[in-house]
């Protein structure tokens, strides 16, 4: 645009108030996104991966926790809730996990009275990573709890 500056910026403050300065291209691509149905289909696919996610995460709890921990399938969602149902330390099974490349997340964190719960996300890794930590998690509690 060529104008005189302070037309300049009178358009540039009419544009900040209505959009808070996010650029005319990431609203242009946006509309695009949303207005072609894209979103919709981002979504589906989406929703594919997280249950694919879901169910080896539950496959692999079955394998390896089911005499240490309970938990639901969740209907949806990032993660699962697992209670302990073994007596470990969270904060040495924390220092232990964070040592081997796990980064745990306490019930604690969420609920000081959950204190024997994990919450196990499966949206964000890879597929390998996941079973990988799972795994290791497993062998870190039994190994705490002395079986």
Do not use: C
Request: a neutral charge.
């Amino acid at each position: 645009m060529v104008a005189p500056e302070p037309v300049i910026e009178r358009l540039a403050d009419i544009k900040m108030q209505n959009d808070y300065g996010s650029s005319s291209v990431s609203q242009w691509a946006a509309a695009e996104w949303l207005g072609r149905g894209l979103y919709k289909e981002h979504l589906v696919y989406v929703r594919e991966q997280l249950k694919i996610r879901r169910n080896l995460t539950v496959q692999l709890l079955m394998t390896y926790f089911k005499e240490i921990a309970i938990w639901s399938v969740p209907t949806g969602g990032f993660y699962i809730w697992l209670r302990l149902t073994v007596d470990v330390p969270m904060h040495l099974l924390f220092e232990r996990a964070l040592k081997e490349g796990i980064l745990l997340n306490p019930g604690s964190i969420y609920n000081r009275n959950a204190g024997s719960y994990l919450r196990i996300s499966y949206a964000y890794a890879k597929l390998h990573e996941l079973e990988w930590g799972i795994v290791h998690l497993a062998d870190t509690i039994k190994e705490l709890f002395g079986n």
